[in-house]
């Protein structure tokens, strides 16, 4: 069976320090992966997807980066923290074909920025 | 661009009044649907989905129809429990891009 894990689960970090939010998914292959983050009174909001590795989309301009270098490893990155970058971040995977597949979600992220 | 747009909560119910939530979205091509769901305390779950024009979406009493003149996916529930208290969310994905698209979320409050 197919599982996902993100790590770590919860995080404070000061401001101006660097993140690396890591996600892995097992038991399937050539996953598409997505970073979504869900801000306190606010919806979730699509970071950055891939459907493969080196590619990678993003759709909010902003100080974090992601990265696939394996197949099934998906990386949310900063190297300078800011305090509006608090909130749950949430992975994600979901079979690349055929359309309409179930979108799995990891245990996600708590990260507070002080 | 591609949204997807629910209405505002919270949405506030006694038990067993009908629910609508309703769900718009603007998309290129031809996406599929759904409406996930977040318990309080809990992770994002699927509640159900419809993957093309026409197509009714169903899971523990909720519904949901694809409609394609209106672009809407507009979730129901005939009768709804304290239990169903949640934050619920539309969404879209393009089949082109692989790229998931949520609405804001809506927050359901069911009361006894």
């Known amino acids: 069976s197919q599982t996902i894990h993100q790590w770590p689960a919860t995080l404070v970090q000061p401001v101006g320090s660097p993140l690396s939010l890591e996600c892995t998914v097992e038991g399937t292959s050539n996953p598409n992966l997505y970073w979504y983050r869900q801000a306190a009174g606010r919806g979730l909001q699509l970071l950055f997807y891939?459907?493969?590795?080196?590619?990678i989309s993003s759709e909010v301009p902003q100080n974090l980066s992601a990265s696939r270098p394996q197949d099934r490893q998906f990386i949310l990155s900063s190297k300078k923290l800011l305090l509006s970058d608090s909130g749950f971040y949430l992975c994600?995977?979901?079979?690349?074909?055929?359309?309409?597949?179930?979108?799995?979600f990891g245990e996600g992220s708590w990260l507070t920025v002080v | 661009g591609d949204s997807v747009t629910q209405m505002e909560g919270p949405v506030t119910l006694s038990e067993e009044a009908f629910l609508t939530i309703n769900c718009t979205y603007t998309a290129t091509g031809y996406p599929s649907l759904f409406w996930y769901v977040q318990y309080p305390g809990e992770g994002l779950q699927l509640l159900l989905k419809?993957?093309?024009?026409?197509d009714k979406g169903s899971n523990k009493g909720f519904e949901a129809t694809y409609r394609k003149e209106t672009t809407s996916f507009h979730l129901e529930k005939g009768s709804v429990q304290v239990s169903d208290s949640a934050v619920y969310f539309c969404a879209l994905l393009l089949s082109n891009t692989g790229k998931l698209i949520f609405g804001q979320g809506t927050t359901l409050q069911v009361k006894p």
């Open positions: 891939s459907v493969g590795i080196g590619q």
């Open positions: 994600a995977w979901s079979r690349g074909t055929p359309s309409g597949n179930t979108i799995y």
């Open positions: 419809a993957t093309k024009a026409d």
